[in-house]
């Protein structure tokens, strides 16, 4: 009998020494490479904003960045529903890598903004799980379409910065399914990023880069995910046996790791199977990184017009009363506010760039007025929030003898950073009293407003335009003038609520979650799912934007009345009434009319983004299938469809109903009523979701877990400075952490996000501070009652 010849992987004729390389980073931004492969490392380096291009040697610090473009923050672009544009400036970026050498990009983020204190939010797309996914694609796409590795982050329910290292998101798995890993799977497989960041914290108890269920049976089995794992910057649990659930990838790494490796590989600690699978990833990886490119070069000027571009179909005009916007021109009226002159264009941490050329408002129409045009400006208030009443006065001069003015509002860059979260959503005292004080003397007042996630607005009574622009990017000044004298009609609408107050916030009551654990109490309802089930007003709902323009829509028309597996379309007629061409967003929203099942009244299930022409008309169609209607079933554990009436209904934000139809689902699924089990969560209501803790364990499917003292004995390297300054080696090494910090931080954002994670991070996180493991396992036998074995382990090294 003939044999049949099988043609075997290059991986397979690797040795174990050489796998073992492969699962851990050499140094802080790259990986091994297989020199008798011809396989180089891979470079990666961070960025949601641009290319955060950080020398080895400089190690973990946020400076001794290399200059390149800052793109609009994820906050800004999300709002633009158009993952076109993300997909642009995904392969802009990915050109401008190239350009420095790095083959893998450390974005998008995907993580659900649940809170609006989160201080990292400015990084993340929206409180939408559909449109944060759908973005995530476009860029993914761009990016990897030329050359350029995505990183998927961070994986999953890391919702907030407070302990983001230690914290156990305990979340029910319908809302996990639905909300907080749903935005993971819709990237992954419309764009099957080159690898995916397992995130921080725990989730229900184990971590995430220890987590079987995250890792293989989601990722792997449920989204079909071909690429590798890598670990957060320092959040491996353990660097040997994170390989057996899923792990890749340990991130960053200062030691070598391939003996450690082997000799549990040979023990059986860590398996054959996972050993293999986990090398074979990477070697995937490097093959892809170092395959070859198209010639394509990256010019700064076109990356630059492409973040101008991306601030005009982003930014959200939120308020225009009397259509007091577009201006004209800039005659007879003014400019106040000192961020028009020093523009918050980016927040905090590890995505903060060295920008290339910002250009702020002041100066850019300064530069482009013709004589005698000239626009007064005033800065108004300090930068430093400190009240100056020479500064006052003069803003308040200013406006009292011109017609308009432009006030500028800012929440400070120190209030959003990477490692905390913010304490409360006001804006500075002193820009708010300012504001009060020039509405006595001029009633004309548009405010554009930078912040990274949403603020209160008590003054939404005083002004009569509002153009929202969160975090622009370097084009700030170019972005700014053409939505404001209508060169661009914004087309932006919200990713997120906009509450009236904090009070207002569902989570107001347990977030951030403290002790080691976030308890996500409010399940699925989260952001818009919350506040229109509950119908509790809100400054601005999700999905909400004007524009310049006007436009009319159709009747919606739906293929069928009646659906059941078969796919359908829901259609309609838009026309743009307006002398001007103008872009639109069409949110479709599925409204179950009745259920037995907890839902949200409403939820986006589709979106396009249309551009027509002045008076012009177009014809949207809507693609569609029964899994619209599914929610996740925990006791089948499968997406499932509860047959009856629903509506689907094209609307600014979900209340805001522009067009609707009927249509009856039906299923063979069976529902239960679950009034009784879960009332509030059945029947919603504006008093937040702090349930009781009983229904929240009827949720969940088992008890809380006990609640732990983690500041007494034994430590390990689970433990914190925090946890262990009961002890007197616990203070001496919290003091000596806090003096290096008071001396090395830049600024004090740095400052306090290095101090919060330094107090909050586990042990094992120590080599992030070039910390040698052998000084941990030194401090933890003292901390543990053993100073003299410590002292021995710091001087000798452990006893063979």
């Keep these: 009998m003939k044999k049949v010849s099988v043609k075997k992987s290059p991986f397979d004729s690797l040795s174990d020494e050489t796998k073992a390389s492969l699962l851990y980073g050499h140094g802080g931004w790259h990986t091994a490479g297989i020199a008798k492969k011809g396989l180089d490392p891979l470079e990666m380096h961070d960025g949601p904003l641009g290319i955060r291009y950080l020398k080895e040697e400089a190690g973990m610090t946020l400076d001794k960045t290399s200059p390149s473009t800052c793109f609009p923050a994820p906050c800004l672009l999300a709002c633009s529903f158009n993952p076109s544009l993300e997909e642009k400036i995904g392969g802009m970026m990915a050109l401008e890598c190239r350009a420095q050498k790095t083959g893998m990009l450390l974005a998008p983020g995907v993580n659900i903004k649940r809170n609006p204190l989160c201080g990292r939010n400015f990084e993340y797309l929206s409180e939408d799980p559909l449109l944060a996914g759908e973005m995530a694609a476009g860029f993914i796409k761009g990016l990897q379409n030329n050359g350029v590795g995505a990183c998927l982050k961070h994986y999953a329910a890391n919702s907030q910065e407070t302990q983001r290292m230690i914290s156990d998101s305990i979340v029910d798995e319908r809302a996990l399914q639905e909300i907080y890993l749903k935005g993971f799977g819709i990237a992954i497989k419309k764009a099957q990023p080159w690898t995916v960041m397992s995130a921080y914290n725990l989730v229900n108890g184990t971590y995430c880069s220890d987590s079987d269920y995250l890792l293989r049976d989601v990722l792997r089995k449920q989204f079909g995910f071909t690429g590798a794992v890598v670990s957060d910057w320092g959040g491996t649990n353990d660097p040997i046996l994170s390989h057996n659930h899923g792990l890749d990838v340990e991130m960053p790494c200062f030691v070598d790791r391939q003996q450690a490796l082997l000799d549990a590989l040979k023990s059986g600690k860590l398996t054959r199977e996972n050993f293999d699978e986990s090398a074979q990833h990477v070697y995937e990886l490097l093959e892809k990184a170092n395959a070859p490119k198209k010639a394509k070069g990256f010019t700064y000027g076109q990356s630059h017009a492409l973040c101008r571009q991306a601030i005009t179909e982003s930014a959200v005009l939120l308020k225009n009363d009397n259509h007091i916007l577009p201006l004209q021109n800039y005659r007879e009226t003014c400019v106040i506010g000192a961020y028009a002159k020093t523009p918050r264009i980016q927040g905090s941490g590890s995505s903060r760039v060295q920008a290339l050329q910002v250009t702020d408002f002041i100066d850019y129409i300064d530069a482009r007025r013709k004589p005698g045009d000239e626009v007064p400006y005033a800065p108004g208030y300090s930068l430093d929030g400190s009240a100056n009443d020479d500064l006052a006065f003069a803003a308040l001069d200013l406006a009292s003898r011109t017609k308009n003015v432009l006030y500028f509002m800012a929440l400070p860059a120190s209030y959003e950073s990477e490692g905390f979260d913010r304490e409360d959503m006001e804006l500075p005292a002193n820009q708010l009293d300012l504001l009060k004080r020039l509405y006595a003397v001029n009633q004309n007042i548009v405010v554009i407003l930078s912040c990274g996630s949403p603020v209160e607005l008590p003054f939404l009574n005083e002004i009569k335009g509002l153009l929202l622009v969160y975090l622009t990017g370097e084009a700030f000044g170019e972005g700014v003038d053409e939505l404001l004298l209508g060169k661009v009609s914004p087309s932006g609408k919200l990713a997120e609520t906009w509450p009236l107050h904090y009070y207002d916030v569902p989570t107001r009551d347990f977030y951030p979650g403290r002790d080691r654990r976030s308890l996500y109490k409010d399940s699925i309802f989260v952001g818009y799912r919350f506040y229109a089930t509950a119908a509790k007003p809100v400054a601005f709902p999700f999905g909400y934007g004007l524009s310049y323009a006007d436009f009319s829509y159709s009747k919606l028309v739906l293929s069928r009345p009646q659906v059941k597996d078969a796919k359908f379309t829901a259609t309609l007629n838009v026309e743009n009434l307006s002398s001007f061409s103008a872009s639109t967003v069409l949110e479709l929203y599925v409204h179950p009319i009745r259920s037995k099942t907890v839902k949200p009244m409403h939820e986006l299930k589709a979106f396009q983004k249309i551009a027509l022409k002045a008076h012009g008309k177009a014809k949207v169609v809507f693609e569609l299938d029964p899994s619209i209607f599914a929610h996740y079933d925990v006791l089948s554990h499968s997406f499932v469809v509860e047959g009856g009436q629903y509506k689907l209904e094209i609307a600014n934000g979900p209340l805001e109903v522009l067009s609707s139809a009927s249509i009856r689902v039906s299923s063979d ?132």
């Design 669 to 800: 699924w069976k529902a239960v009523d679950q009034r009784k089990d879960f009332p509030d969560y059945f029947f919603v209501d504006g008093k937040g979701l702090d349930v009781p803790a009983a229904e929240f364990e009827k949720l969940l499917g088992h008890p809380l877990p006990p609640q732990k003292d983690w500041s007494k004995r034994p430590y390990t390297f689970n433990s914190t400075l925090n946890d262990m300054q009961g002890t007197w080696i616990g203070r001496k090494a919290k003091a000596k952490v806090i003096e290096n910090l008071e001396k090395n931080a830049s600024n004090p954002q740095e400052k306090k996000m290095f101090l919060d994670g330094a107090m909050t991070s586990p042990l094992r996180a120590g080599q992030m501070g070039n910390v040698p493991h052998n000084v941990i396992e030194s401090l933890l036998l003292a901390a543990n009652g053993h100073p003299i074995k410590g002292l021995n382990h710091y001087l000798f090294g452990k006893k063979k």
